[in-house]
């Protein structure tokens, strides 16, 4: 076998509801996950060792050492079946690298199907959730996909129906921000402040059950967008391009700075992806739908 490719898709928080800080510095969080038609794919190749390699227009801001998650995926699986991680994996990447889009994520479950594969383990589903988990709080959802209510640090799942097809477009911005510096913002923000339990709002879970984009529109919230708007002001220009540009509702996603808006059909998103680009707001928008497959195993060619 020369190689498996595994195609990961990025996600939108459809709501990202943030509990105060816990002793052990983690939040409580009501996430709720839309994978989104954006994709990195990932292949593992027969190596001696194991080695990253990363082509892309973000892949100098990728790291090819152990640090990076889809390296470390193949370790913790490799320890699990007593066996050597030698594998060459080869992240094809076209979600924005610290973009609030979980494309390590994404790579992090990519890494571990492909791996799970060529190696020929057949390891079970739950067994592949839990090394997911022990990655990070947002890399089972990449390999479920679809759309997901994580609660805990995010990391523990209920699968969600959706009803429809959502059109969004996304603003990728110039420099990323680091996940845990936005929730560190969060904190300073919330200090002396009394914040609820974090928890899915129901209208939200309706409107993407029933597949309707203006109440998603109205359900969409995320309690991250006040911290990353104040480490970056600038978003709130972009916010305001693609709302008036006829976009539904315009959000940070997860923990920014790329910013998303859902819009009511293909014709639109086309259009707004156009007014961002053309505001000099944004590094550049893309248009993409949802639900999304999760992490899947693609023919081999
Ligand atoms: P999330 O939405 O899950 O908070 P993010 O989309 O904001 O994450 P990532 O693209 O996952 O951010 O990257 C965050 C950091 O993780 C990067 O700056 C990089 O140093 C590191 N990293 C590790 N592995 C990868 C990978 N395979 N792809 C991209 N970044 C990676």
């Keep these: 076998m020369s190689g498996v490719t595994v195609r990961v898709p990025a996600k ?15 939040h409580d969080l009501a996430n709720v996950f839309l994978a989104v038609s954006l994709y990195d794919e990932v292949t593992a190749a ?93 890399v089972p959802f990449s390999l479920v996909g679809g759309a997901a209510l994580g609660t805990g640090r995010g990391e523990k799942l209920t699968e969600l129906p959706v009803g429809g097809t959502f059109h969004w477009v996304f603003a990728v911005a110039d420099g990323g921000l680091s996940t845990p510096v936005v929730f560190g913002e969060f904190d300073r923000l919330a200090e002396g402040v009394d914040i609820p339990e974090p928890a899915a709002s129901p209208a939200l879970l309706e409107a993407l059950a029933t597949g309707d984009t203006a109440a998603l529109a109205a359900g969409l919230a995320n309690d991250l967008q006040a911290p990353a708007l104040s480490l970056r002001p600038s978003l709130a220009a972009t916010l305001a391009v693609g709302t008036d540009a006829g976009a539904l509702a315009a959000l940070v996603s997860g923990s920014g700075p790329t910013t998303a808006f859902l819009v009511k059909d293909a014709e639109t998103a086309t259009a707004v992806a156009a007014a961002l680009t053309a505001s000099g707001t944004c590094r550049t928008a893309r248009v993409a739908t949802s639900p999304a497959a999760g992490a899947t195993v693609l023919p081999a060619v």
């Design 12 to 26: 939108v928080n459809a709501q990202l509801a943030v509990g105060a800080a816990r002793p052990d510095g983690f």
């Design 46 to 138: 027969p190596a001696d060792g194991l080695t990253v390699t990363c082509e892309g227009p973000d892949a100098d801001k990728v790291p090819l050492d152990r640090t990076n998650l889809a390296a470390r995926a193949a370790e913790l699986l490799a320890a699990r079946h007593g066996i050597a991680p030698d594998v060459h994996l080869h992240i094809k990447k076209d979600i924005p690298v610290a973009g609030g889009m979980a494309g390590g994520s994404a790579d992090g479950a990519g890494a571990l199907l492909a791996c799970d594969a060529l190696w020929g383990l057949g390891t079970p589903r739950d067994v592949l959730l839990e090394i997911c988990a022990e990655l990070g709080s947002d």
